[in-house]
């Protein structure tokens, strides 16, 4: 699934909610768009577990600031 979060306040330290996204889903890739304050996550994750790790990682978040994107996904990879 992929994500966006809408960033609010002081930015978050990428490396430190890759780490703390990765510790569950190894696959996770993240990345914040430099044109808008949003950070794009693409994760096996669901909102809400998603909402809790950011958390964890020093980075309150709600349910507001977190928007899933309909999949884009062929089922070719892995069917």
């Known amino acids: 699934m992929e994500f966006h979060i809408t960033l609010h306040g002081r930015a978050?330290?990428?490396?430190?909610l890759e780490d703390a996204i990765r510790a569950v889903d190894p696959a996770a890739l993240?990345?914040?768009d430099p044109a808008s304050?949003?950070?794009?996550?693409?994760?096996?994750l669901d909102a809400r577990q998603?909402?809790?790790?950011?958390?964890?990682?020093?980075?309150?978040?709600?349910?507001?600031q977190v928007t899933q994107l309909p999949s884009i996904c062929c089922g070719g990879c892995s069917g």
Do not use: F, K, N
């Not at 304050?37 to 096996?44: E, F």
């Open 12 to 16: 978050p330290d990428p490396l430190v």
């Open 50 to 64: 998603l909402i809790a790790l950011v958390g964890e990682a020093g980075y309150p978040i709600t349910p507001q």
């Open 37 to 44: 304050p949003t950070l794009r996550v693409a994760t096996s």
């Open 30 to 32: 993240l990345d914040v």
